[in-house]
């Protein structure tokens, strides 16, 4: 996804992506910058989000990097505040964010269900929270939730609370859907299958290929994959679409 010359997609358009400086996230944040959005980044890992910002600036593109715990309110709102005090509006929002620590039920101490659930899940919260009196100030806004097959349509053993989040997801993505459509507010979510992302190869290892036999694609995503629908939904191509969710997975939730 990487490019010298510039699509026009998005030109004008100021993107905020939540755990964009790497994984999903940074593709996300690579493509959107590719099609003209100027792009802030937000995200824990400085190294790799000035990386990414870095990337990005050499193909052409305009991104920020902001270092933020988008689970702490302080930070997720202090960070939009200053997006919007660098560019003036936020007119798409790709709340990828997103953590998924194996423990299984029998073993899951309350830490362990609090911190998934705050980055997963409260961090929407704060950045849509954040976030949305801006895009109502405009009477635009494009919000994409990065969620998951796993919890909305099925479970690995190690992520109850992982599906739980996400699951709430995808109740959080109608429940706003039906308030702000009037708003000029448009959400929806991407439902990624397994992405070989930095997160999965830090977790499980480089040659991971857990469920490949199942996906009749034969292969495992990339971000690239990911980031392709997430900006259709981002984009007015996508502005009668609002409250769904588009599975991205290679096939591999069809199969009996
Ligand atoms: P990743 O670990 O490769 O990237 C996640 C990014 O989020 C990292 O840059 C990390 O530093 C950042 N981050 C983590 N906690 C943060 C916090 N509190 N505040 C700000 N930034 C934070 O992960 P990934 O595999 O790219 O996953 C991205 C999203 O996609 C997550 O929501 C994940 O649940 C979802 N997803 C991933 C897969 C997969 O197979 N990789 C499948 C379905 C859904």
């Known amino acids: 996804m990487d490019t010298t010359t510039l699509g026009t997609r998005f030109t004008s358009k ?56 988008v689970s702490k309110k302080t930070d997720a709102h202090g960070a939009i505040a200053k997006a919007v005090k660098k560019y003036g509006r936020i007119d798409i929002l790709c709340q990828n964010v997103g953590i998924y620590p194996r423990v299984f039920f029998d073993d899951m101490t309350e830490a ?32 994409v ?59 499980f290892g480089e040659g991971f290929s857990e469920g490949l036999g199942r996906i009749p694609m034969g292969r495992l995503g990339t971000p690239e994959d990911i980031a392709g629908p997430v900006l259709f939904l981002a984009s007015d191509d996508a502005k009668y679409v609002t409250g769904h969710t588009i599975i991205i997975d290679g096939g591999q939730t069809i199969v009996e």
């Open 14 to 69: 100021v993107a905020v992506v939540t755990g964009g400086a790497k994984g999903i996230g940074g593709g996300i944040s690579r493509a959107l910058a590719a099609e003209g959005a100027k792009v802030v980044v937000l995200d824990i890992d400085d190294k790799a989000g000035t990386a990414t910002v870095r990337r990005i600036s050499r193909n052409g593109g305009a991104a920020t990097f902001i270092h933020a715990d």
């Open 112 to 143: 362990d269900w609090d911190r998934v659930m705050n980055v997963n899940l409260k961090s929407a919260f704060f950045v849509l929270k954040a976030i949305i009196p801006v895009m109502q100030k405009q009477k635009y806004g494009r919000i």
């Open 145 to 203: 939730l990065t969620t998951s097959v796993t919890g909305p349509r099925t479970a690995i053993p190690g992520l109850s609370h992982y599906a739980a989040s996400k699951g709430g997801l995808n109740g959080l993505i109608k429940g706003i859907a039906i308030e702000q459509a009037k708003n000029g507010i448009a959400i929806n979510g991407v439902e990624p299958g397994t992405v070989y992302t930095d997160g999965v190869k830090a977790q």
